[in-house]
């Protein structure tokens, strides 16, 4: 009998996806099943449907969540939704809170796979998430004593900002582990992505959780209505927001196409280099932001070949000092094409830098050690790996040098530690190399 990381191991994405989708689900239905009693015996179904008819108003409404910036077309469905379940479970009980997040998210997700081409197995996941999660808000919140505390008491706000953290909390841990699942991505990586936003969201949620309380409490279902347009506005600062990102990432996009059109190879160079890059910067425990950062100057480090003579950059024999010494150009020149983009200044320093070594030889400035970011250490180590391997289409390898294998490229970095890259770099992705390697040989998608 396999143990259970050893089954895990052996199972694929999808496999390990639905086996997730099952437990939630089953832990959800448990959950609902042990509440719905009470709902009834109170008496609370003529009030349950008016809220539910207005929070799904509401849950309609959703924002997508990217699975990976890169992917703005890909994601989970999110709606803004959970200050009416908190709200609802101090005015109401925890069980009137799980069954309008169940019903909520289960109708809301119905309704987003007719309009707007989701996948339907998604909407099983995110209900059985959010019952989960209303449940564990609904269990901090009963902890204080609110039966004859006043709604402007510390008890009350007490009982609501630990079940809106709560709430927060188990659905990030829900929401991330999916999320791994479905991209295969490492969970710890994807919870401080998430995990990151906690606070602000938080801080944003309360007073709207506050305001919906008072409302469902002094004048019960229509209350609510009248504290929609604070929740509807924290709703469009959301879509703004995500109309910005998806504007971000289509213009690297772009620009990553720029560069791909200026030389055969790049690429599918360009996108395993930023992905490695990412994956580096993960390893060396760069923050989620910066990892972000990472991936795009990788992604746009060769912007400087776009303006470079074609006939040089497409030369299938040696370069000539002349033509070397134009080639040596293009880290500066990418970097005065962004120059003037601000949402890209972080990374401007990085595709400047990323030919410089560590023992001082490298080019435009002869810079050392330190006095190059690790950003640019990063890139270059995996810039230098790729262009030894070549790509997995002939129009992706170098015409004027024979591929290496693996374990060849790597003995040239671990050379090369220290004196023409970073050792910490070339240490940390020697790891993630042979690890790759070895999902790959194992028949796991790493």
Request: charged share 15%; with cysteine.
């Amino acid at each position: 009998m396999l143990a259970l990381p050893q089954l895990l191991r052996s199972m694929n994405k999808g496999h390990k996806l639905w086996a997730w989708a099952g437990l939630l689900g089953t832990a959800a239905v448990v959950l609902l099943l042990s509440a719905g009693a009470p709902l009834v015996y109170q008496h609370q179904l003529g009030a349950f449907g008016a809220i539910v008819t207005l929070a799904i108003l509401a849950e309609l409404l959703l924002i997508r969540y990217p699975l990976r910036p890169e992917y703005q077309d890909r994601g989970i469905w999110l709606s803004v939704s959970t200050p009416v379940v908190i709200a609802t479970i101090l005015a109401y009980g925890w069980q009137f809170g799980v069954w309008l997040d169940a019903v909520v998210s289960c109708v809301g997700g119905l309704v987003t796979v007719q309009l707007k081409s989701t996948r339907a197995r998604w909407v099983l996941v995110n209900t059985a998430q959010s019952v989960l999660s209303a449940a564990a808000a609904g269990f901090v919140a009963s902890q204080f004593d609110r039966v004859s505390a006043p709604l402007l008491s510390l008890t009350t706000l007490g009982a609501l900002s630990g079940g809106l953290m709560a709430y927060m909390l188990v659905n990030t841990l829900l929401v991330s582990t999916t999320i791994a699942l479905a991209e295969g991505a490492r969970l710890r990586w994807v919870l401080q992505q998430t995990m990151s936003s906690l606070p602000r969201d938080i801080a944003l949620m309360t007073p709207i959780s506050f305001l919906i309380t008072v409302g469902l409490s002094v004048y019960g279902a229509m209350g609510l209505v009248g504290v929609l347009v604070p929740y509807l506005t924290l709703r469009q600062a959301f879509v703004i927001w995500s109309r910005q990102q998806e504007l971000y990432h289509q213009t690297l996009r772009s620009l990553g196409f720029l560069v791909q059109r200026a030389h055969p190879y790049t690429g599918g160079h360009l996108q395993r280099v930023a992905q490695w890059a990412r994956r580096v910067a993960e390893r060396l425990g760069l923050p989620p932001d910066r990892c972000e950062l990472v991936y795009e100057a990788a992604l746009l480090h060769d912007l400087g070949k776009t303006v470079l003579d074609e006939r040089i950059l497409n030369k299938a024999g040696r370069l000539s000092p002349d033509e070397w010494r134009e080639i040596k150009k293009h880290p500066q020149l990418g970097a005065e094409i962004l120059r003037d983009t601000p949402f890209l200044s972080p990374i401007v320093p990085w595709i400047a830098l990323h030919h410089e070594r560590p023992d001082g030889t490298g080019y435009p400035f002869g810079l050392k050690g330190e006095q190059i970011p690790l950003e640019a250490r990063v890139i270059a180590v995996v810039d230098a790996f790729d262009a030894m391997i070549g790509g997995e289409a002939p129009n992706q390898r170098r015409p004027h040098r024979r591929a290496l294998t693996l374990d060849e490229a790597l003995e040239e970095l671990q050379r090369g530690a220290g004196s023409q890259f970073d050792a910490q770099v070339v240490h940390a992705f020697t790891q993630i190399v042979r690890e790759w390697r070895q999902q790959r040989e194992a028949g796991v998608n790493p």
